[in-house]
């Protein structure tokens, strides 16, 4: 077959699916703790969102979204993130009315056309939370601590965590300036993704990975410096709640995050393992969107974490995840037992079991040989014998061991082993 999946897509296929199953799983959970409430939202929006949204300057509104007109002439855009969507609902839906602060979390898929790599996908899936309505920097230490509780809870060690503060509307303008005048006279000598940001979105330069190791980079001005007296205030505030809480973190003014929306506090979790793309999760601050987006002056933190790069981490990391696992059962019938055997496959379904049957008029070996492929935990064999005295011999399939059983008991011996 010539047709292929499309270039940075993937299946995500039955072997795999267990562990993305338990990683869900876990992340509503961990959320549930935090009184965090699932919100889905539309897979594509109208593009303007996105642009005023993630912001112009950005590289995923320049270089990436996947744009396309739809029958009605309108130009619409599948989402390249979560944020914005999640704040367009949060508005249009009146959850802004709703008691503050509003605490939402999502899975869901996101497309960017990116260059691919390790890790870097074009459709890629992200989890991640909002908490919109506090200033408050208790509430980036919260959702900080749901993400360090979330990766405990999987067992991960070795990521970091990396805070900077990008300052405010107040501080920043003046802070781009310097950084601006700094870097003018030696721009020529950075890379060109560098000279192309340099008068749209200077910052971002300070965390181009090519020129990473670049003195100029290196030295550039920070925004951390230069924050006026209440980011200051907000930051180290922040920093005292994670010494709080005892989380480990480094305060990194090269962490500037590549979308516009952001404000303050930026946070990203790095691993080692992941290739040069090692940010499993990004997020901040971000003031001033739900107000450029149509709603009054409402103040916001969140993040997003990938799940691609996190199963890739939680791998690298030997955690083990749960795999695929075999029926409880399997039920061996004839011809003539065969409707009795799907009527009491369907009562150990109902009560609970993961039962199995002959589907395909296979033979009796090979119906021997298919529940051991398939991994059944037991095995019956009914036959005419079995059905006229109501008993089964059961059978434990990882050692052999049979036991006599009634018919009626099977289900609650199965729940019970
Ligand atoms: P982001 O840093 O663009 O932030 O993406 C968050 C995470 O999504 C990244 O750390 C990475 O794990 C994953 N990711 C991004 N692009 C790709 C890709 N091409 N392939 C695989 N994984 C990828 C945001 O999206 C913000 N909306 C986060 C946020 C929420 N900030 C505040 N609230």
Redesign the pocket.
């Known amino acids: 077959m010539d047709l292929k999946a499309p270039r940075g897509t993937r299946d995500i296929l039955p072997v795999e699916t267990p562990a993305w199953q338990y990683v869900e799983q876990s992340f509503s959970s961990v959320c549930d703790r935090f009184s965090f409430q699932e919100i889905r939202v539309p897979t594509f929006e109208q593009t303007e969102l996105f642009q005023r949204g993630v912001g112009d300057t950005t590289d ?1 509104v320049q270089k990436e979204m996947y744009t396309f007109e739809d029958k009605g002439g309108r130009s619409m855009t599948l989402r ?4 914005a969507g999640v704040v367009r609902a949060y508005l249009e839906n009146g959850l802004s009315s709703e008691p503050s602060p509003q605490k939402l979390y999502y899975i869901l898929n ?1 497309f ?1 056309y ?1 260059k691919m790599g390790k ?4 459709e ?1 899936n ?1 989890m ?3 908490l919109f309505g506090s200033e408050e920097p208790t509430a980036d230490a919260e959702i900080i601590s749901l993400l360090f509780l979330f990766f405990r809870e999987l067992g991960l060690k070795e990521i970091n965590l990396k805070i900077n503060s990008i300052g405010c509307p107040k501080c920043k303008p003046a802070y781009l300036d310097q950084l601006r005048e700094y870097l003018r006279p030696q721009i020529h000598e950075l890379c060109e993704n560098c000279q192309d940001r340099f008068e749209r979105n200077p910052m971002r330069i300070l965390d181009c990975k090519e020129d990473a190791e670049n003195e100029i980079v290196k030295n550039a001005p920070l925004q951390l410096e230069h924050l006026c007296s209440e980011c200051e205030e907000h930051f180290a505030s922040l920093c005292a709640e994670l010494d709080n809480l005892g989380f480990q973190y480094e305060i990194d003014g090269h962490i500037v ?3 516009d ?2 404000s303050r506090t930026v946070f ?1 979790f790095i691993s080692n393992n992941v290739g040069t ?1 090692g ?6 601050r ?1 003031d001033g969107l739900i107000e450029e987006l149509g709603g009054l002056p409402t103040p916001a ?6 799940v ?3 199963l890739m981490e939680l791998n690298s990391q030997n955690i083990v995840l749960p795999s695929v696992k075999g029926p409880d059962i399997y039920i061996v019938s004839f011809p003539d037992t065969i409707n009795q055997a799907a009527k009491i496959c369907f009562e150990l379904r109902n009560n609970k079991i993961k039962a199995e049957n002959n589907l395909n008029a296979r033979s009796f070996r090979a119906q021997m040989k298919y529940a051991d492929r398939i991994q059944a935990k037991y095995l019956v064999v009914l036959g005419e014998d079995e059905l006229k005295t109501e008993k089964v011999s059961l059978k434990r399939m990882s050692d052999g061991e049979e036991i006599e059983l009634d018919l009626a008991d099977l289900a609650e011996y199965i729940k019970n082993n």
Do not use: D, H, K, M
């Open positions: 995923i390249p993130e979560g944020t996101s960017r990116e890790g870097r996908y074009r890629f992200q991640g939370c909002e995050r590549g979308l929306y952001y990203e793309q940010t499993i999760c990004g997020g901040g971000y933190v969140g993040f997003a974490l990938g691609e790069r996190l």
